[in-house]
């Protein structure tokens, strides 16, 4: 839940590096989170009104976690755009996303793995 907090504090901070804990912990309590607010609005009936508010509220702490992610495997954040290509767009967003951090600084700032240890 910390790592889902933390992205949200860094709400429009693009410019640094998120490791990949940092970014799939933050998609889990996503999707946990965005589950409840479609249970919610199927149970008071809200057609989607819920939803949209929660997926909209989102929208720019999503892109900007995926932003710092990319710059943690030393790539520009502009790589964010390759997933509007269907589907193998979505796919090499996805290998990217999932590669390790580099242990090394580069130009997008200090390592976060080895801030961490």
């Known amino acids: 839940m910390n ?3 933390n992205a ?3 709400y429009f901070n693009f410019s640094d590096r998120a ?3 940092e970014y799939w912990m933050f998609v889990l309590f996503y999707i946990i989170f965005y589950a409840i607010s479609a249970a919610i609005d199927f149970a008071v009936g ?3 009104i819920i939803l949209m508010v929660y997926a909209l509220a989102m929208l720019i702490p999503s892109i900007s976690v995926g932003v710092r992610r990319l710059h943690d495997t030393n790539r520009s954040g ?3 755009l390759i997933s ?3 589907l ?3 796919i090499i967003l996805l290998v990217f996303l999932v590669q390790d951090s580099r ?3 580069n130009r997008y700032g200090d390592s976060p793995k080895l801030a961490a240890a």
């Open 3 to 5: 790592w889902y907090i």
């Open 8 to 10: 949200l504090k860094n």
């Open 19 to 21: 490791r990949r804990k």
């Open 46 to 48: 809200a057609s989607g």
């Open 78 to 80: 502009w790589w964010m």
């Open 84 to 86: 509007l290509v269907p």
């Open 88 to 90: 193998v767009g979505a």
């Open 103 to 105: 242990d090394e600084d």
